[in-house]
């Protein structure tokens, strides 16, 4: 049998729960009033009053709004550092004011929550810089870090407080999943609007919170990559690691060597059309993704996974003849020339010109199942192509088969395997990390998002095996390889691969329920880690996907409401 289950040991928690009790008024039923054989002039008055009217009673108790108790404060994802409930709801109220710090920047994350909250309360929710109560977005300083917050929830108000816009960002997001899922939706929903009481306090537990995206093996538009963007940024992922390179497809354009793009992009898996970012629309995913406060990390992948750029270009090729184009899903079979200068002019230019493109501190060079390269070429072609990453001013990634050449000081490795990887394979990636490289946990019988969830899924592949909602979750990204130390564990990526995904809702289905456990093992402390509770938080969230017009897997593993 290739793995088994580990359940990670129950630790104390420090969330401590405590049971909201409703404190709204009871609805009562209200009478229609039918403007019927009134003048005009009544009508209007009549009209007038009943907004009047309206807006009163939203201010107080809501009648026609359905019973409902407010979302307790721990049911978010991920699990937050420490939660104290208690005290009244704050209910939001066509009166509610989203007050900001005077700065671009938190004046930014209060227009996000506001364009959240707007159509489907139907409020107006102005953004505002005075008064009191109300939804306040401040910064301070505090023991919040670079991404942490704090939510303080009573009668008078919700008050998010973080030291960066992140953390209010972050906060934002924790907010959301406190209101009901109808929040989500486009048009006007019934109320109320409840936020527990009580106060949260919360940081990430790494810095590094991932997901990959292959626009390679099949093309993804600038609007599909913004829809996952906003998905990932509901679970707090900071990350956004686009594999813009692989056999299949070269997708983004490089001035220097135009057919990359026009020749290289022109196809996918399957034949369809492929596709490419110019710059300008890169610059828009970048744009876009850090108004949701991720960076974007660019993958060129190399010395393998170039048979795209090697049929654009034939002088990039050894025997100098460009090989077609590849439609397949094999790998393993294609390599830049390591000998060749030219290969290095290359490399050069397409580096010079992602890392122009990218304010993110990160440059991933691949660097993965390089088959047909060999261990000398490998290390040689390494020692020359990663101080270009440094000279461009950017910080190296691999895979980690880096760690079998020789990783510059600082280079992250990104590690991918399973539990049947050999142990020598483990020790070596031990091994770097002890040296200094530190890892990016991936491994790929958890956390790939496309590998099948059963033998039944349609979509997907199954070489790391079949991967459940559980296993994805059940791990423990500090202790999770032997002999690495947990200071060396820079964080968590959820990649996920694109030879069977070609529309949204693929990446939807696989993503879903699992990118949130993904997210949580980055974000939540080890000692929340616990399936049982975590199973039930995560069957909250379908409501909010279904409102989201997220598709999903209805795992039975996870005790979703009914449908
Ligand atoms: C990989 O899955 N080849 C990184």
């Given at each position: 049998?290739?793995?088994h289950?580990?359940?990670?040991p129950r630790t104390?928690?420090?969330?401590?729960?405590?049971?909201?009790?409703?404190?709204?008024?009871?609805?009562?039923?209200?009478?229609?009033?039918?403007?019927?054989?009134?003048?005009?002039?009544?009508?209007?008055?009549?009209?007038?009053?009943?907004?009047?009217?309206?807006?009163?009673?939203?201010?107080?108790?809501a009648?026609?709004?359905?019973?409902?108790?407010?979302?307790?404060?721990?049911?978010?994802?991920?699990?937050p550092v420490?939660?104290?409930?208690?005290?009244?709801?704050y209910?939001i109220?066509?009166g509610?004011?989203?007050?900001?710090?005077?700065?671009?920047?938190?004046r930014?994350v209060?227009t996000?929550?506001?364009?959240?909250?707007?159509?489907?309360?139907?409020y107006?929710?102005?953004?505002?810089?005075?008064?009191?109560?109300?939804?306040r977005?401040r910064?301070?300083?505090?023991?919040?870090?670079?991404?942490?917050?704090?939510?303080?929830?009573?009668?008078?108000?919700?008050?998010?407080?973080?030291?960066?816009?992140?953390?209010?960002?972050?906060?934002?997001?924790?907010l959301?999943q406190?209101?009901?899922?109808?929040?989500?939706?486009?048009?006007?929903?019934?109320?109320p609007w409840?936020?527990?009481?009580?106060?949260?306090q919360?940081r990430?537990?790494?810095?590094y919170?991932g997901?990959?995206?292959?626009?390679?093996?099949?093309?993804?538009?600038?609007?599909?990559?913004?829809?996952?963007?906003?998905?990932?940024?509901?679970?707090?992922i900071?990350?956004?690691h686009?594999?813009?390179s692989?056999?299949?497809?070269?997708r983004?354009?490089?001035?220097?060597?135009?057919?990359?793009?026009?020749?290289?992009?022109?196809?996918?898996?399957?034949?369809g059309?492929?596709g490419?970012?110019?710059?300008?629309?890169?610059?828009?995913?970048?744009?876009y993704?850090?108004?949701?406060?991720?960076?974007?990390v660019?993958?060129?992948?190399m010395?393998?996974h170039?048979?795209?750029?090697?049929a654009?270009?034939a002088?990039?090729?050894c025997?100098?003849?460009?090989?077609?184009?590849?439609?397949g899903?094999k790998?393993?079979f294609?390599?830049?020339?390591v000998?060749?200068?030219?290969?290095?002019?290359f490399?050069?230019?397409?580096?010079?010109?992602?890392?122009?493109?990218?304010?993110g501190?990160?440059?991933?060079?691949g660097?993965?199942?390089?088959?047909?390269?060999s261990?000398?070429?490998?290390?040689?072609?390494?020692?020359?192509?990663q101080?270009?990453?440094a000279?461009?001013?950017?910080?190296v990634?691999?895979?980690?088969?880096l760690t079998?050449?020789n990783?510059?000081?600082?280079?992250?490795a990104?590690?991918?395997g399973?539990?049947?990887t050999?142990?020598a394979?483990?020790?070596?990636?031990?091994?770097?990390?002890?040296n200094?490289t530190?890892?990016i946990?991936?491994?790929a019988?958890?956390?790939?998002?496309?590998?099948?969830?059963?033998?039944?899924?349609p979509?997907?592949?199954?070489?790391?095996?079949?991967?459940?909602?559980?296993r994805?979750?059940?791990?423990?990204?500090?202790?999770?390889?032997?002999?690495?130390?947990?200071s060396?564990?820079?964080g968590?990526?959820?990649?996920?691969?694109?030879?069977?995904?070609?529309?949204s809702?693929?990446?939807?289905?696989?993503a879903?329920p699992?990118?949130?456990?993904?997210a949580?093992l980055?974000?939540?402390?080890?000692?929340t880690?616990d399936?049982?509770?975590?199973?039930?938080?995560?069957?909250?969230?379908?409501?909010r996907?279904?409102?989201?017009?997220?598709?999903?897997?209805r795992?039975?593993?996870?005790?979703?409401?009914?449908?």
């Open positions: 049998m290739r793995r289950h580990s359940t990670t104390t928690r420090t969330i401590r729960a405590t049971r909201i009790t409703r404190t709204t008024r009871p609805t009562r039923p209200i009478r229609p009033i039918r403007p019927f054989r009134l003048s005009r002039l009544t009508r209007a008055l009549g009209a007038l009053l009943l907004v009047a009217a309206t807006g009163a009673l939203t201010m107080g108790a009648p026609a709004e359905p019973r409902r108790a407010a979302i307790p404060l721990d049911q978010v994802i991920p699990a420490s939660v104290e409930s208690g005290g009244t709801p209910r109220t066509s509610t004011h989203i007050r900001v710090d005077d700065t671009p920047e938190v930014q209060g996000y929550l506001a364009e959240i909250l707007r159509p489907s309360t139907g107006r929710l102005p953004l505002t810089t005075q008064g009191d109560g109300g939804i977005l910064l301070a300083k505090g023991p919040y870090g670079a991404e942490g917050y704090r939510l303080d929830s009573g009668a008078k108000g919700v008050t998010i407080t973080a030291q960066e816009p992140a953390g209010l960002f972050h906060g934002v997001q924790t959301r406190l209101l009901p899922a109808a929040v989500e939706k486009k048009s006007v929903q019934p109320g409840l936020v527990a009481g009580g106060t949260i919360d990430p537990r790494y810095a919170r997901a990959m995206l292959d626009v390679a093996r099949h093309f993804f538009t600038v609007e599909q990559v913004k829809r996952y963007i906003d998905q990932l940024a509901l679970y707090k900071n990350k956004l686009l594999h813009l692989d056999d299949q497809g070269w983004i354009a490089i001035d220097s060597w135009p057919r990359l793009a026009t020749y290289g992009g022109s196809t996918q898996v399957g034949g059309p492929g490419y970012y110019t710059k300008d629309e890169y610059r828009e995913i970048v744009r993704a850090a108004s949701r406060h991720l960076e974007v660019p993958e060129i992948d010395p393998g170039t048979n795209a750029a090697l654009s270009y002088e990039l090729n025997d100098g003849v460009a090989p077609p184009l590849y439609t899903t790998v393993g294609s390599s830049l020339c000998n060749k200068e030219i290969t290095y002019d490399v050069d230019d397409v580096i010079r010109e992602v890392a122009a493109l990218t304010p501190r990160y440059l991933h060079i660097g993965d199942e390089a088959h047909s390269t261990p000398e070429d490998y290390a040689a072609f390494m020692d020359r192509v101080p270009v990453v000279r461009y001013g950017k910080t990634i691999g895979w980690h088969q079998g050449a990783p510059a000081k600082g280079a992250l990104q590690y991918w399973l539990d049947s050999s142990e394979e483990k020790a070596q990636v031990a091994r770097a990390a002890r200094g530190r890892l946990l991936s491994p019988d958890r956390v790939y998002l496309d590998m099948k969830y059963t033998k039944d899924t979509l997907g592949l199954a070489w790391a095996g079949h991967v459940e909602v559980q994805s979750y059940d791990w423990n990204p500090g202790s999770y390889l032997p002999d690495v130390p947990e060396a564990v820079l968590v990526e959820a990649p996920l691969w694109t030879e069977t995904l070609s529309t809702a693929h990446l939807e289905t696989m879903f699992r990118l949130p456990g993904a949580e980055g974000w939540s402390p080890a000692a880690h399936w049982d509770t975590y199973k039930v938080r995560l069957a909250a969230q379908a409501p996907w279904d409102a989201l017009g997220i598709a999903y897997y795992s039975p593993q996870v005790p979703w409401p009914a449908a």
